[in-house]
């Protein structure tokens, strides 16, 4: 800004810059945070893959990630890691999902996910679409955004629509049961 002649230009750069080096600091706390609490340690043979995960979170983290979706990031490494499965091409996978996924988005992917494993599947639209419209209602997400929400989920293969009497309901896919399981998801207010 101050090359252009902007007042204030240097002033304002210096500002920001501290405020890019306080948000890296952030999400490198936030990825050792997720790394003790999964209480994982990594082996020689692990910095290949580790280094290509950092770097696409760090990628997140430049493109101004927000946090919870810089934990759920992190969870999927720590969770990958313990299930013996630390490949880059299975971060990858999820990484700009996860990236990508606004509040209401993630917060319905955990939900989702939790309904799913809850519910006996004998019959998806009976037992997961009132639920999932009913918590996601509770959190003060009116019908319009909930239909939003899903079709947003289902454009990544998260949810599926399905024909209901009067309408669309949405099913879980295997992808978000996968999905909720590698990144540990538990469902959090939208407040």
Not at 10 to 28: D, T
Not at 42 to 52: A, M
Not at 74 to 80: H, Q, R, S, W, Y
């Amino acid at each position: 800004m101050s090359t252009l002649g902007v007042p204030g230009g240097n002033s304002f750069s210096a500002l920001c810059e501290k405020a890019l080096q306080r948000r890296r600091e952030e999400a490198s706390r936030i990825l050792l945070d997720e790394i003790k609490r999964g209480n994982v340690h990594f082996v020689p043979q692990d910095v290949d893959p580790v280094v290509e995960m950092i770097l696409r979170y760090g990628r997140a983290v430049e493109q101004g990630t927000a946090r919870r979706n810089l934990r759920a990031l992190a969870a999927l490494i720590v969770d990958l890691k313990q299930r013996d499965a630390l490949h880059a091409e299975e971060f990858h996978r999820w990484a700009g999902v996860l990236s990508d996924l606004t509040r209401d988005e993630l917060f319905a992917v955990a939900l989702g996910y939790r309904i799913s494993i809850e519910e006996p599947q004998h019959d998806p639209n009976e037992k997961f679409w009132p639920r999932f419209e009913a918590e996601m209602k509770a959190q003060g997400i009116v019908a319009g955004e909930i239909a939003a929400v899903s079709s947003a989920l289902a454009r990544f293969g998260l949810l599926l629509p399905k024909s209901a009497w009067g309408g669309i309901v949405y099913v879980p896919s295997p992808r978000l049961r996968e999905l909720g399981f590698l990144a540990q998801m538990e469902p959090m207010g939208v407040s």
